[in-house]
C-alpha cells in the first residue's frame, strides 16, 4: 500500500511540475502574440505595401510597419485593444495534459493579462461588470477536437479585438442564392462596417447547414495560414473571386483608400439542408494576432512565430 501511495504521490508531483511547465508556457506565448505578429501575417503585409499604388495607402503600410517594429523593440502590445483570448485546441485522448486544460488555460491567461499586460476586455452581461482578469464566465472560450490515440497537444491562440468582430455576421438563405449571393452578404458586410475593423482584412466565411456551424467555419478559416487556399480546388477558385470582389471595394488599410482591401480570403464549408444554407463571415484585422503552439513527446514547436523561445 505504502508503495501505491508512494507512486500516486510522485505521479502528482510531476503532473504538478508538467502542469506549470504548460501554464508558463502558454502564458509567455499569449503575451508574445499580443506583441508581434505571426511570420506570414509580417510577410504579406510587406508584400502589399511594397506593391501599393496609393500614395496614402503606402504611408498608412509605413506607419503599420514602423508599429510593429516599435511594439516588439519595447516589448508592448501592437494594439491597445488586446482582445478577448481564444484557444483552439487539437489534442490527443492520450495527452496526460488533457484533463488539466480548462484551468490551466485560464490560469494562462491571467498570468498574460498582468504580465503583458493586455488590457482587461472581459466584461459580464448584464451588470457590464469588467472581470479585469480577461476570465470570467464563458472566457477564455476553448474548442476542443479530440483526436483518439494521439499525445500530441496542438493549440492555437487568437487575440481578437472588438473593431474585427463587428462586421460578423451569420444568416440563412436559400441554396439559390448561389455564390453571388455569398458573395454579396460578405461584400455588405465588409462595407458596412469594414473600417470598424482596421483593414486590410483577413476574412473567414463559412458555408454550412445551418448558422452556428457556419459561423464556426468561418473562425476556422480566418485563423487559416496566409497563403495556403481551400484544399477543394473549386473552393479556391471561389476564394480568389471574393478576394477580387472584395478588393474592388478599395476600402484600403485603415480606410484611407488603396489597391488592396483584404489580406487574405479564406472558405470553408460543409453539407447544407437542401431546402436552406446557413453563411457566416468573419473578419481579422490587419493586426492578426494568432499562433500556434504543438507539445509532444519531442518537446514544443511554435510554427507561426519564429522568433518564440519554447
Known amino acids: 500500500m505504502s508503495f501505491v501511495n508512494n507512486f500516486r504521490a510522485l505521479y502528482n508531483i510531476v503532473m504538478e511540475w508538467d502542469r506549470q511547465k504548460f501554464i508558463d508556457t502558454v502564458a509567455r506565448f499569449i503575451d508574445y502574440t499580443a506583441k508581434r505578429l505571426p511570420d506570414d501575417v509580417v510577410a504579406r503585409l510587406r508584400e502589399m505595401a511594397d506593391r501599393e499604388t496609393d500614395e496614402r495607402a503606402k504611408v498608412m503600410y509605413a506607419c503599420m ?26 489534442v490527443g485522448s492520450e495527452c496526460k495534459l488533457l484533463p488539466l486544460l480548462p484551468s490551466a488555460l485560464k490560469e494562462a491567461v491571467e498570468i498574460a493579462t498582468s504580465t503583458a499586460p493586455l488590457r482587461p476586455n472581459a466584461v459580464e452581461f448584464p451588470s457590464e461588470n469588467n472581470t479585469g482578469t480577461n476570465t470570467g ?10 483526436v483518439p490515440g494521439s ?9 481578437q479585438g472588438g473593431g474585427s468582430a463587428l462586421p460578423g455576421r451569420a444568416a440563412v438563405f436559400p441554396p439559390s442564392v448561389g455564390f453571388n449571393g455569398i458573395a454579396g452578404f460578405v461584400a455588405d458586410a465588409m ?31 480566418a485563423l487559416r495560414k496566409i497563403g495556403v487556399p481551400s484544399p477543394d480546388a473549386e473552393i479556391a477558385v471561389l476564394e480568389g473571386k471574393l478576394k477580387e470582389v ?40 490587419w493586426a492578426m494576432r494568432r499562433g500556434e503552439l504543438i507539445f509532444g513527446t519531442d518537446g514544443v514547436v511554435c510554427p507561426t512565430h519564429g522568433g518564440f523561445e519554447v
Not at 516599435?70 to 487539437?90: E, H, I, N, Y
Not at 464566465?137 to 479530440?146: A, L
Not at 458596412?192 to 473562425?219: F, Q, S
Request: aromatic share 6%; with cysteine; hydrophobic share 45%.
Open 191 to 221: 462595407v458596412e462596417k469594414g473600417i470598424n475593423a482596421c483593414p486590410p482584412l483577413v476574412v473567414g466565411v463559412g458555408v454550412a447547414g445551418c448558422m452556428a456551424t457556419a459561423a464556426k467555419l468561418a473562425k476556422h478559416a
Open 65 to 90: 510597419l514602423e508599429d510593429l517594429a516599435r511594439a516588439d523593440a519595447s516589448s508592448r502590445p501592437v494594439c491597445q485593444d488586446t482582445g478577448l483570448v481564444q484557444f483552439f485546441v487539437t
Open 246 to 285: 472584395l478588393d474592388e471595394i478599395a476600402i484600403g488599410p485603415q480606410g484611407v483608400g488603396g489597391t488592396s482591401s483584404v489580406i487574405a480570403v479564406n472558405i470553408d464549408t460543409a453539407c447544407h439542408h437542401p431546402s436552406s444554407m446557413g453563411v457566416a463571415v468573419q473578419f481579422g484585422c
Open 151 to 159: 499525445d500530441e497537444l496542438r493549440l492555437t491562440v487568437y487575440l
Open 137 to 146: 464566465k464563458g472566457v477564455p472560450f476553448i474548442e476542443y477536437d479530440i
